[in-house]
């Protein structure tokens, strides 16, 4: 068996992504620095499609949010 194109397993996340609720959706994005980058592609593409304001968490923003002192 061969394995998909980085483009072929965008796709098929996308697919996954379709199917997922509004809500469902958030949730992956709270762990979006866990996302492989076909992933996060697919997400941030079906979260613009679908007009939602939810933000995909970033290894950078996670990194900087875990070193900020309060």
Same mark, same amino acid.
Do not use: C, W
């Given at each position: 068996? !061969?394995?998909?194109t980085p483009? +072929? +397993?965008?796709? $098929?996340?996308? /697919?996954?992504?379709? =199917?997922?609720?509004? +809500? +469902? &959706? /958030?949730?992956?994005?709270?762990? /979006?620095?866990? &996302?492989?980058?076909?992933?996060?592609? =697919?997400?941030?593409?079906?979260?613009? $499609? $679908? /007009? %939602?304001?939810i933000e995909? &968490?970033?290894?950078?923003?996670? !990194?900087?949010?875990?070193? !900020?002192? %309060?």
């Amino acid at each position: 068996m !061969t394995m998909p194109t980085p483009e +072929e +397993e965008r796709i $098929r996340i996308a /697919g996954v992504y379709s =199917a997922m609720s509004d +809500e +469902e &959706l /958030g949730q992956i994005a709270e762990s /979006g620095d866990e &996302l492989s980058d076909a992933a996060r592609e =697919a997400l941030q593409a079906e979260v613009a $499609r $679908r /007009g %939602l304001n939810i933000e995909i &968490l970033h290894l950078a923003a996670k !990194t900087f949010l875990s070193s !900020t002192k %309060l």
